[in-house]
């Protein structure tokens, strides 16, 4: 029989699988990255020599807050839980409030209206756990870029829902005929004579050029509902 600490760590990876990623396990159970990459690796505390094994408390905390039966960290994984690419057959439970949603590419969300319905959960880069008071179409992009600094920085997060609709000042994806989205502030101008309204995507850095719905076909795909920036 495998020693429990090995066992812990396999189960910790088939939890990080039906999670979508390790972040998204760590908003989960409520502990940093640094602290799940310690268990998974066995890395060696520096003051006594010794490998930073998962607690009792620690695994039955765990189990709580993932939806697992008592002692499930304990129990030694079957081989079709180890090669099921989704991870474990137990189904995973997310806390009461929240669910995830999927973190895609800016083709993706340039497609996001055709593709959403036919969306699979291996299609999206990792998933991010929010509110579940978002609509079910909602998804996340990756900041790219220095366009919409300093509001915005490379690398920053921002969850966007399509059944939001934007208000002036309001942050939107926005798809203006390429295949790919963009993300800008929305303006609202005016109406035209068919009531439909007229706007501009501004990027916040002004050495940008600004887009308008007058001049070039733009689609509006939905609007940003949350932001969080990664302090590194």
């Known amino acids: 029989m495998q020693p429990i600490d090995v066992t812990r760590r396999e189960k910790l990876g088939l939890l990080i699988k039906e999670a979508g990623s390790q972040a998204a396990l760590s908003e989960i159970i409520g502990k940093a990255p640094a602290q799940i990459s310690q268990w998974l690796n066995a890395s060696v505390n520096s003051k006594t020599g010794k490998p930073r094994v998962m607690s009792n408390a620690i695994a039955r905390e765990i189990e709580l807050k993932t939806g697992k039966p008592g002692g499930w960290m304990d129990a030694p994984a079957?081989?079709?839980?180890?090669?099921?690419?989704?991870?474990?057959?137990?189904?995973?439970?997310?806390?009461?409030?929240?669910?995830?949603?999927?973190?895609?590419?800016?083709?993706?969300?340039?497609?996001?209206?055709?593709?959403?319905?036919?969306?699979?959960?291996?299609?999206?880069?990792?998933?991010?756990?929010?509110?579940?008071?978002?609509?079910?179409?909602?998804?996340?992009?990756?900041?790219?870029?220095?366009?919409?600094?300093?509001?915005?920085?490379?690398?920053?997060?921002?969850?966007?829902?399509?059944?939001?609709?934007?208000?002036?000042?309001?942050?939107?994806?926005?798809k203006n005929g390429r295949e790919e989205a963009t993300f800008k502030k929305y303006r609202p101008r005016s109406v035209d004579v068919l009531g439909n309204d007229i706007f501009e995507l501004i990027p916040l850095n002004e050495d940008y050029p600004t887009m308008r719905s007058s001049e070039q076909a733009i689609e509006i795909i939905g609007t940003m509902v949350e932001h969080r920036r990664l302090y590194r």
């Open 78 to 174: 079957h081989k079709d839980e180890l090669k099921t690419p989704g991870g474990s057959n137990a189904e995973f439970v997310m806390p009461s409030g929240v669910r995830r949603i999927p973190v895609i590419s800016y083709v993706q969300a340039g497609m996001w209206t055709e593709i959403v319905n036919s969306f699979q959960p291996g299609d999206a880069n990792e998933w991010l756990i929010t509110s579940d008071t978002h609509s079910p179409n909602t998804f996340v992009l990756v900041v790219r870029g220095n366009s919409m600094e300093p509001d915005f920085k490379d690398g920053d997060l921002v969850v966007i829902d399509p059944s939001v609709r934007p208000r002036p000042g309001s942050f939107v994806v926005a």
